[in-house]
């Protein structure tokens, strides 16, 4: 099956860095998205990977290992609009049909 | 440039009742996706559109839900007769359609409860 986990809650320190991880089981992949999703608002677009390594934009980073299936999104001198949810979706063909699967999100407060 | 845009923003309905959902995209982009998303949860696809063509509607419950992309730009998802179970929030996203990133851009959804 087609399976992708990530933690249900995280809690970091405004300034600190914080890493949430996102481990999947997919045939056909194709590529890791990460999202953020501010309460009460539509998913906004944070990242892509679809190559091993480490993707560097600003304060966000997101990594990749397809050997390991398992991709982590890193947020530096976290500020307290960091507060959202993260969502790791991972693109899978099957076919000519390609599907984006969504995990539940990783529900992220930032405190003072 | 204009983002994907949706309406309304908020719907209440009492259950049995019809409702319907209106999404452009953004310009230029062949791709357009109806989901469904529930408190806590991610995004559940209901049906992806390459220009006017469904390419994947398995997910749409078709006893009751449907949805039109008659000239391959706006969309419409329609529910008749809405249930209680159907209160979520539906996004619509679009993509360019491309092979590549083929990155999905949300709109900021509708928000319906039903009563």
């Known amino acids: 099956g087609q399976n992708i986990d990530q933690p249900t809650e995280m809690t970091a320190t405004e300034g600190a860095i914080v890493q949430i991880n996102c481990t999947y089981q997919?045939?056909?992949?194709?590529?890791l998205f990460w999202y953020q999703q501010h309460a009460g608002e539509a998913p906004t677009f944070l990242s892509y990977n679809v190559l091993d390594g480490l993707e560097e934009k600003g304060r966000f980073s997101s990594f990749l290992s397809r050997s390991k299936g398992y991709s982590y999104l890193l947020l530096k001198e976290l500020q307290m609009k960091d507060s959202a949810s993260y969502l790791c979706a991972v693109r899978s063909y099957a076919g000519n049909n390609r599907k984006l699967i969504w995990g539940l999100g990783t529900s992220l407060a930032v405190n003072p | 440039e204009a983002g994907v845009v949706q309406s309304p923003r908020y719907k209440i309905i009492e259950k049995k009742q019809p409702v319907a959902f209106w999404c452009n995209p953004i310009s230029g982009h062949n791709t357009l996706y109806w989901y469904l998303q529930n408190l806590g949860q991610g995004p559940e696809l209901l049906i992806r559109?390459?220009?006017?063509?469904?390419?994947?509607d398995s997910q749409l419950p078709k006893d009751r839900f449907s949805a039109e992309r008659l000239k391959g730009v706006d969309s419409t998802l329609k529910i008749q007769p809405a249930e209680l179970g159907d209160s979520a929030v539906y996004l619509c996203?679009?993509?360019?359609?491309?092979?590549?990133?083929?990155?999905?851009?949300f709109g900021p959804g509708t928000r319906l409860t039903v009563l």
């Open positions: 996203a679009s993509s360019l359609g491309d092979a590549s990133t083929d990155t999905q851009y």
């Open positions: 997919t045939s056909g992949f194709n590529g």
């Open positions: 559109y390459e220009n006017e063509e469904a390419v994947d």
